[in-house]
């Protein structure tokens, strides 16, 4: 091994994992990964999912018709699967059926559409600029 390094990340997790990977990528060739134990046996090790490392978590609403998002479903991008929904459900306040999903993060950027899977019919779907809110309470469930 190198006694020297431009760069020491310190720690094989995720996330030391993941900044010596986009080094890389970046080309800094100079870099090197210092684990005292196993690679990815601190918390890593106990995430099932770690899903918000790698992908995007973005609010969506959705032309549902008579059923919402409840979770798992689909996000196709096309004719890809661009991520998946984590949670949804139709929002009274709002007047707006609405999904939380983790998507790719080319497909973050508000306004993009892209396509949920609700009971097996794809409907059309928006990413949103910002959670939607109420703040006033102006629209209450009656
Ligand atoms: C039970 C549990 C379940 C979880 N479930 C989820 C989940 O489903 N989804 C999700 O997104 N997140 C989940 N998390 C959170 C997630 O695991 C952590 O946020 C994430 O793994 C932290 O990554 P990390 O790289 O910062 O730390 P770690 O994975 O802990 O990595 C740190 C590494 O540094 C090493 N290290 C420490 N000190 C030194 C040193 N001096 N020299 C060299 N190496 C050193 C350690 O050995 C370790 O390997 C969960 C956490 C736990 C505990």
């Known amino acids: 091994m190198t006694g020297t390094a431009r760069v020491v990340v310190i720690g ?3 996330m030391g994992a993941s900044v010596l ?17 196993e690679l990815a046996s601190g918390s890593t090790w106990h995430a099932a999912g770690n899903t918000a490392q790698f992908n995007t978590s973005l609010n969506l609403s959705a032309d549902a018709l008579d059923a919402d998002c409840w979770g798992n479903e689909a996000v196709w991008a096309g004719d890809r699967i661009g991520g998946i929904t984590t949670s949804g459900g139709y929002g009274h306040c709002l007047g707006q059926s609405l999904a939380v999903a983790y998507v790719d993060a080319d497909l973050a950027t508000a306004g993009t559409p892209l396509v949920v899977e609700v009971l097996g019919e794809r409907r059309p779907a928006r990413v949103l600029a910002e959670p939607p809110f109420d703040p006033e309470n102006l629209r209450p469930r009656c």
């Open 21 to 37: 990977y986009h080094l890389a990528r970046a080309g800094w060739a100079d870099a090197v990964l210092l684990e005292c134990g």
């Open 12 to 14: 094989g997790g995720i």
